[in-house]
């Protein structure tokens, strides 16, 4: 069947983005009474985008409206592929015999324990996220399960990694004698071969945004005719504690909770109806009911804990308040009375009416408050070095990296870079040609080992503690050499209140992956801002 162009009158059916059905006609009322009778449902998506459905009910969909609707020529693809099933896989315990977990890597390592425990679970699941904690090799434990596939059956290994990981990726899948083929978060393959693909996916976290484009790239292939299973990996399957985030990666894994999207988000994200503006807007941003989503989604989501497999040295936490100087607190009250003037006036004004506001004011407090720690900072930090220790610094902004820099020395690890030089950094430090590395989170946070530091430096807090947790953990990982002390630098209420969010939002994540029950109490961000501004307020006027 073959597409032709849409015209401002023609019906036909096709592929969303996302890889669900898309049914598209002029509206009448009878095509859209026999669309709602279509089992399973779809959702009705308004006159301009249509009917979209599950890919389970595209052959319906053909046999009932076929006469009348043109088929693109992706979902007429699909549809013969449908007719024409992958022959299936082998029994678990053969999957698991040709793993050959027991058998000395290339490069001379032998799998941990964990690792083949890991694989055996993956080879018994078609979609699965391995959740691990940062440091426990979830690259070879995929992998060896992958080896175990290829083994068996005609299947294509596709990894989805950011490109500053792609070379480890080569290095893991070289040491099985395994080929890969490794595509980019940003450049996402929108067909699978038609032999059959494993599609292994590096920092799946990436995913967690439901309406953005490599998210739907991502669906796409993971609900491809043509893919043998799906392995997501992530240390933060819900990186900023909201469930809404978490729905993405079960829909890839194709979770039951996640064949109705409206149904998840009313039950776990407090989704509901509000009029603003005169239009209806769903809103699910909020969470409920974690524990019962973390016993519905265990069967598929393996979280396990570096210090219960593998008993590394202790991870401290140690807070440094910082203080000012009489002139450095009238300057700091000073930057602090422009950003919050300007936030009264616009409260006076009715302007501020969206999350976006507290976001954009929280993050130039944060700024400010960076900006005034850096005596402080670079203090303990040259302390460190004189002992001869080795030093990781995170930041969430390039400004103060590259003053300290130019204090203190270093390597430095942004977004600046390219990919190459970036691992030139990382392999200077770690050869010790260099103690001290300033990272920002969204780069030095990401998949890099940096074991040889025994102090890691937060300039400042990320408010999502998948971001902290990163951080930290690129050096209390497997490798170090004795326990590792996270500095923690504190100035004003943004520091305070982001600390709060990161104690609030880890509660979340603890419920849904820990194994024990804790109680939940937050406030929305826009609230807690209120009471830290109206305390600045009284703190400046003071």
Request: hydrophobic content about 40%.
């Amino acid at each position: 069947m073959k597409f032709t162009p849409k015209s401002s009158s023609s019906c036909y059916l096709g592929l969303t983005a996302a890889g669900l059905v898309k049914v598209t006609f002029p509206f009448d009322a009878v095509t859209q009474a026999q669309l709602r009778k279509v089992r399973p449902r779809g959702i009705w998506r308004g006159t301009r985008q249509g009917w979209e459905f599950p890919l389970v009910a595209a052959q319906h969909l053909q046999r009932q409206f076929g006469s009348r609707f043109l088929v693109q020529d992706d979902l007429a693809q699909w549809l013969s592929w449908f007719e024409q099933p992958l022959p299936p896989m082998p029994p678990h315990r053969d999957l698991v015999s040709y793993a050959d977990l027991e058998v000395v890597l290339t490069d001379g390592r032998r799998p941990l324990p964990h690792q083949c425990s890991g694989a055996r679970w993956l080879l018994a699941r078609r979609g699965a996220v391995l959740a691990d904690e940062m440091g426990l090799g979830k690259t070879l434990t995929s992998l060896l399960a992958a080896r175990a596939m290829v083994r068996c059956a005609d299947v294509r290994v596709m990894v989805v990694a950011p490109v500053g990981l792609h070379d480890h990726w080569r290095i893991e899948a070289a040491s099985l004698d395994l080929p890969v083929c490794i595509h980019s978060w940003a450049r996402l393959p929108r067909e699978l071969p038609a032999a059959g693909t494993l599609l292994l996916v590096d920092e799946a976290h990436f995913g967690q945004s439901i309406k953005s484009r490599r998210t739907q790239a991502l669906l796409r292939l993971a609900r491809h005719p043509r893919l043998r299973a799906i392995w997501l990996l992530t240390g933060t399957p819900m990186k900023n504690g909201r469930p809404d985030q978490l729905y993405p990666l079960l829909a890839a894994i194709d979770h039951p909770l996640a064949r109705d999207q409206r149904k998840f988000e009313e039950r776990f994200c407090q989704g509901y109806w509000r009029d603003q503006g005169g239009q209806r807007r769903w809103l699910s941003r909020g969470a409920s009911d974690l524990d019962a989503l973390g016993k519905l989604t265990r069967p598929l989501v393996l979280h396990r804990r570096k210090q219960t497999l593998l008993g590394l040295p202790p991870k401290r936490r140690q807070e440094h308040r910082v203080v000012l100087t009489e002139s450095e607190s009238r300057g700091f009250d000073h930057r602090l009375a422009l950003v919050t003037d300007n936030y009264r006036h616009r409260v006076q004004q009715g302007l501020v009416r969206s999350d976006a506001e507290s976001l954009a004011v929280l993050t130039a407090l944060r700024q400010i408050a960076a900006e005034f720690k850096l005596p402080a900072v670079e203090t303990v930090v040259a302390a460190l070095l004189a002992e001869g220790q080795a030093v990781v610094l995170f930041s969430s902004f390039v400004g103060p990296l590259l003053l300290l820099q130019q204090r203190l020395g270093g390597e430095l690890l942004t977004g600046r870079q390219r990919p190459g030089q970036r691992q030139e950094a990382v392999n200077r430090f770690q050869s010790g040609m260099s103690s001290l590395l300033l990272a920002t989170y969204a780069v030095g946070g990401l998949g890099y080992t940096l074991h040889r530091a025994r102090h890691v430096v937060l300039l400042e807090r990320h408010w999502t503690p998948g971001d902290v947790d990163q951080a930290e953990d690129r050096c209390h990982r497997l490798g170090m050499d004795g326990g590792l002390t996270s500095h923690w630098f504190q100035l004003g209420f943004a520091d305070q209140l982001v600390d709060s969010l990161i104690a609030s939002k880890a509660e979340r994540i603890e419920v849904l992956l820990g194994s024990r029950r804790v109680g939940l109490k937050r406030q929305p961000l826009p609230v807690m801002l209120r009471c830290c501004m109206q305390e600045s307020l009284r703190t400046v006027s003071s």
